[in-house]
């Protein structure tokens, strides 16, 4: 299966990082190591900019959000469909900060996953536990309750690759053990079987997030059912996403 590497800006950067694939492309010496996939998802303003210098350097983009509607009076949204007239490849929906500060439920996320599916781009579905809900051992249970209600019944491996981000992990610099890691996304694996079925769930990219850098990339994305990283602090800086995606080579 193919590594997704994706790179999260939040709400960083300006126009002028549009050359940021073409710098990328130095730092990696040309070449892109095989079956790895390298995502800029920039703020959805320079989404259309990012998409051409990313196609032009034979990588991919994608925005951070979208709304689950086609159009109409929803003032400062941005449509699934827009995402993709500006060549948008992916949409993030449900990160953990749109769930936490924006109020975004699995119900939400589902739609706007659907809406993705339907403009035909790829959904990264994210989910995640807080510290509290692992400490008193109810994660694997949040996890499956977020994939029951935000994976739409569009979902297939082709559409869709899930991101599992612990919440507490991201920007605080702490990382899950990696036996957390690969248990839960084995979990995953599981979960997605009992909707979708076995071809699905074994060919479905899981990406893992929170606090992803060049010194622990390796290690994490060795794992078994761990099929790429979502990267955000790290990817605003072309050496450590480099040496990012160096890693999963
Ligand atoms: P981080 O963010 O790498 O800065 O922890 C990851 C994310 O939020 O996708």
Same mark, same amino acid.
């Given at each position: 299966?193919?590594?997704y590497i994706a790179g999260n800006w939040k709400m960083n ?25 390298v995502i800029f998802i920039p703020p ?111 979902? /297939? %491996?082709? *559409?869709?690759? &899930?991101? #599992? ?5 991201? @920007?605080?610099? !702490? ?24 071809? /699905? %769930?074994? *060919?479905?990219? &899981?990406? #893992? ?5 060049? @010194?622990?990339? !390796? ?31």
């Amino acid at each position: 299966m193919d590594c997704y590497i994706a790179g999260n800006w939040k709400m960083n950067g300006r126009h002028d990082w549009a050359i940021k694939p073409s710098a990328l492309m130095s730092e990696l010496g040309g070449d892109v190591p095989d079956n790895v996939r390298v995502i800029f998802i920039p703020p959805a303003l320079y989404v259309g900019d990012l998409a051409k210098s990313a196609h032009s350097a034979g990588l991919l983009a994608g925005a951070q959000n979208c709304h689950f509607e086609e159009g109409g009076a929803f003032t400062g949204e941005v449509s699934a469909s827009m995402c993709a007239d500006c060549e948008a490849d992916f949409v993030i929906c449900g990160h953990s900060e749109r769930r936490a500060m924006f109020g975004e439920t699995d119900e939400i996320v589902r739609k706007k996953a659907l809406a993705v599916h339907e403009a035909g781009m790829t959904a990264i579905i994210c989910i995640g536990e807080t510290l509290e809900q692992r400490e008193s051992g109810e994660a694997n249970d949040v996890i499956a309750g977020q994939l029951k209600g935000s994976l739409p019944a569009s979902t /297939t %491996s082709i *559409n869709t690759i &899930i991101a #599992y981000e612990p919440v507490w992990a991201i @920007g605080t610099g !702490k990382v899950a053990e990696l036996d957390d890691i690969a248990q839960m996304h084995a979990h995953i694996r599981e979960c997605v079987k009992v909707e979708f079925g076995e071809y /699905t %769930s074994e *060919n479905l990219p &899981i990406q #893992y997030g929170g606090s992803v850098k060049p @010194g622990n990339a !390796k290690e994490i994305l060795a794992l078994k059912d761990v099929n790429g990283a979502l990267v955000g602090g790290a990817s605003l800086d072309m050496e450590s996403f480099a040496a990012i995606i160096m890693a999963a080579g």
